[in-house]
């Protein structure tokens, strides 16, 4: 409750969170608020421009751009935060036990981390589409299999630290048991570090589900999902650019409001970010000054 306080307080983080709540709203009720069908086809309404009927005209095919532009969300933005939500608790699961339990089961879990992320997810991700096959469901397979390990490191980091605490100690020589140690205690306690490392990560994965469907490796036609928008209007980008611009500002809107909420969030759980954040700013701005002056040099 008190996070949703000092977030409301921060107009940027409020228009953030309202931005994200009414994409989520607007994508959940697709059915009840899309105009018109997104796969229906009318190929006498080719590339029509902007009506009462069809508010951001028609695509290639004739069908409604704001309606496709909706269903569009779920794919985009809701089935991302599905497979975000899988990543973040196969990675919480693992780092509890990694950072709690030590020893070999830490060295176990970390060594796979280790194995999984020694490549970039992007490399990681293709190659299991490729093993699966193009598709929704096997890029969002993808992301939780490279996630998972970032995840779980983050998470056992944190752990570790509050596993070290004097209360927990405590809870340990008066016999209470493992896991309701760390349901009482760990868990309250690293819940803000997951919340902002989730966040963090959410904007990243929406745009590699949009690339990835813009290489058309993604969620398959006819159905609706903005980066495939975008590889479909990428033949008449100069002729037709309204056709780029719609899915186009969605994926920036949205991106750019889970990173300022991200933001946001971190601020509002460690309030001394916002009293350094100038000095840092400063920090940075001098020494890009130095490095400036060195090549000039």
Request: glycine content about 8%; charged content about 15%; proline content about 4%.
């Amino acid at each position: 409750m008190k996070l949703f306080q000092n977030l409301w307080k921060d107009k940027l983080a409020a228009l953030s969170l309202t931005v994200i709540a009414m994409t989520a709203v607007v994508g959940l009720f697709a059915p009840l608020l899309a105009p018109h069908d997104p796969e229906e086809v009318h190929m006498e309404l080719r590339f029509a421009s902007a009506s009462r009927e069809y508010l951001l005209g028609n695509d290639h095919l004739g069908r409604c751009i704001l309606s496709r532009l909706i269903y569009g969300i779920r794919p985009s933005v809701l089935w991302v935060f599905v497979a975000l939500a899988a990543s973040v608790c196969m990675g919480a699961v693992l780092g509890f036990l990694s950072g709690y339990f030590r020893g070999k089961t830490d060295a176990f879990i970390m060594r796979v981390c280790d194995i999984t992320l020694s490549f970039p997810g992007y490399v990681m991700s293709l190659a299991v589409v490729g093993m699966l096959g193009a598709g929704l469901q096997n890029i969002l397979l993808a992301f939780v299999c490279v996630k998972w390990a970032w995840f779980a490191r983050i998470i056992r980091t944190s752990v570790m630290q509050y596993a070290e605490a004097d209360y927990v100690k405590f809870s340990k020589a008066i016999g209470t048991g493992h896991f309701q140690i760390m349901a009482k205690h760990i868990v309250p306690a690293s819940l803000p570090d997951m919340a902002v490392v989730s966040s963090g990560a959410f904007g990243s994965m929406i745009l590699q589900l949009s690339s990835f469907s813009f290489l058309g490796l993604g969620i398959q036609a006819p159905h609706a999902e903005w980066g495939m928008m975008l590889n479909e209007a990428r033949a008449v980008m100069f002729s037709r650019p309204e056709l780029m611009l719609a899915p186009g500002l969605a994926i920036v809107i949205v991106v750019s409001a889970v990173n300022f909420l991200s933001d946001a969030i971190q601020v509002a759980l460690n309030p001394k970010l916002m009293s350094s954040r100038p000095k840092l700013q400063g920090l940075a701005t001098a020494t890009a000054a130095d490095l400036q002056r060195k090549e000039v040099a």
